[in-house]
């Protein structure tokens, strides 16, 4: 029995993760009253109804202050009748969030007379802060498309139903800010920078020329090897305390090169190792 309960903040794409879950199989619920979520976890996942191995339920906004509060302390509920359950969370920027809402011209939940849209938006921040705390996986839809966040949900969410630790390694250009879903962070701005060679700039860390360019670089291969080290010893950790996904983020000042190299190694380091691993590079497209 597994139940997901995703929420976020209104524009972060929860309806897009919900319907992804649909198409994957699980009954779902949209904005069900957080305070129902115990009965109906009785009425459905405690029935032994196959129709309802799988769930997933969206709460969003415009629960009552109690009732979300009340969120956390059900799902250890749910925990110890036996149900699997994961609370995803899913944000993006504010600007992102007005641009989408300007785009559809839809009104925001938290929006009535008086209060402007980035008001709502901080609001509802606020007013959700007490799932998002909880979250077992946040997902930073700032820089996402629908496309890639229905591919996020297949890889990452749908997967967590193994007990497997789901593991993502991404790239990301600190010029474009830091994606707000990691669990580590970790600066490769201190290595050589290809960008400043000619032949080299147009290309990307996934180009062998780049590899080879940083693999000659004694300081690249130490960063690799210690992040190696580093995760090796901390992911067990991270496993041990029943977290079911980890998401470790390299950045360079573009995120083109560097990060990507170290992301491509990573990445391989732990498949070799016997890992399931998602990769993720945000700034090539």
């Known amino acids: 029995m597994r139940l997901v309960i995703l929420s976020g903040l209104s524009g972060s794409g929860k309806s897009v993760a919900l319907h992804m879950l649909e198409d994957l199989g699980y009954y779902c619920v949209d904005n069900i009253p957080a305070g129902l979520l115990q009965n109906l ?3 459905t996942l405690l029935s032994s109804d196959p129709a309802y191995h799988n769930m997933a339920v969206g709460i969003d906004a415009r629960n009552r202050i109690e009732d979300i509060k009340s969120v956390p302390e059900t799902v250890r509920h749910l925990r110890n009748q036996g149900i699997e359950c994961d609370i995803v969370f899913l944000h993006a920027e504010d600007g992102v969030l007005v641009k989408r809402y300007n785009e559809t011209h839809r009104p925001h939940p938290l929006a009535n007379e008086g209060r402007s849209l980035r008001d709502a938006i901080r609001a509802e921040r606020d007013l959700l802060g007490a799932i998002a705390d909880e979250a077992d996986m946040v997902l930073d839809t700032t820089r996402t498309s629908v496309h890639e966040l229905r ?3 297949r890889a990452r969410i749908h997967r967590g139903a193994r007990q497997e630790l789901s ?3 991404q790239s990301f ?3 474009h800010g830091l994606p707000g879903d990691s669990d580590f962070v970790f600066d490769a ?7 400043w060679e000619a032949d080299l700039r147009a290309l990307t860390g ?5 590899a080879r ?3 000659n670089s004694e300081a690249a291969q130490r960063f ?3 992040l190696s080290t580093f995760l090796q010893y901390w992911i067990p950790q991270f496993e041990s305390s029943n977290r079911r996904y980890l998401t470790v983020s390299v950045g360079c000042t573009g995120g083109y090169h560097r990060s990507v190299f170290v992301v491509e190694k990573l990445a391989a380091h732990f498949r070799a190792a016997g890992r399931e691993v998602l990769v993720r590079h945000n700034e090539l497209k």
């Open 41 to 43: 976890a009785r009425e």
């Open 151 to 153: 591919e996020q949900v």
């Open 167 to 169: 593991l993502l390694f």
């Open 173 to 175: 250009g600190f010029r």
């Open 189 to 195: 701005r201190g290595l050589p920078n290809p960008y």
């Open 206 to 210: 996934k180009d062998a020329a780049v």
């Open 213 to 215: 360019f940083l693999e």
């Open 224 to 226: 690799v090897g210690d």
